[in-house]
Each structure stands twice: as structure tokens, then as C-alpha cells.
């Protein structure tokens, strides 16, 4: 595959993966719930943080920032191992 390609793809899955966030924060009020705690909880987060020493509050921001980074590529491989595994579906069943 080229690199254009797989750059045209990651740009789709991030424009889908916005709009299966939205329509699951719209849908699932569970979900609404947890968001909404989460954004609560960081405020007293960055509080917590705000009393920690430079050296700790680095550490802590850069362990966030991986476990983010970690997160997202496991999404994001994830739904290209679905698109594949959809292409291959479709060529067993013969339907392209």
C-alpha cells in the first residue's frame, strides 16, 4: 500500500471515529455519564497535580501522554484489522 494511502485512511478513521464519539456520547447515557465524570474528575486532578513537585508532575504527564499514544494506536489498528477483515468477507462471499 502506498503512504499516501494509508494517510488517506488514518485521515477517515479519525473523521469516523469523531463521529462514533458524538453519536455515542448522544446515545448512551451511560457513557454521557462517564464522560461528564471524567471531565469533573480532571479538575481536581489538575489540582492534585498543581501540589506535586516538577519532577513528579513530569513524570505523571509523560506517563498520560504514552498511555494516550498506546491507546490510540491500539484503536486505531484495530478498526484497519476490521477494514481488512471486512475486504477479505466480501471477497469470500464473492460480493466484490
Known amino acids: 500500500m502506498s503512504t499516501g494511502y494509508i494517510e488517506h485512511l488514518k485521515e ?4 469516523i471515529h469523531e463521529d462514533i464519539m458524538k453519536n455515542l456520547r448522544e446515545t448512551d447515557k451511560d457513557y454521557s455519564e462517564l ?3 471524567n471531565i469533573e474528575e480532571s479538575i481536581k486532578i489538575r489540582e492534585i497535580l498543581k501540589s506535586l513537585n516538577d519532577e513528579d508532575r513530569t513524570f505523571i504527564f509523560k506517563n498520560k501522554d504514552c498511555t494516550g499514544r498506546i491507546e490510540w494506536i491500539e484503536r486505531e489498528t484495530l ?3 476490521g477494514y481488512k ?5 466480501l471477497n469470500v462471499l464473492k460480493l466484490i
Open 35 to 37: 464522560v461528564r465524570n
Open 85 to 89: 477483515d471486512c475486504i477479505k468477507l
Open 79 to 81: 478498526y484497519f484489522q
Open 12 to 15: 477517515l478513521f479519525c473523521d
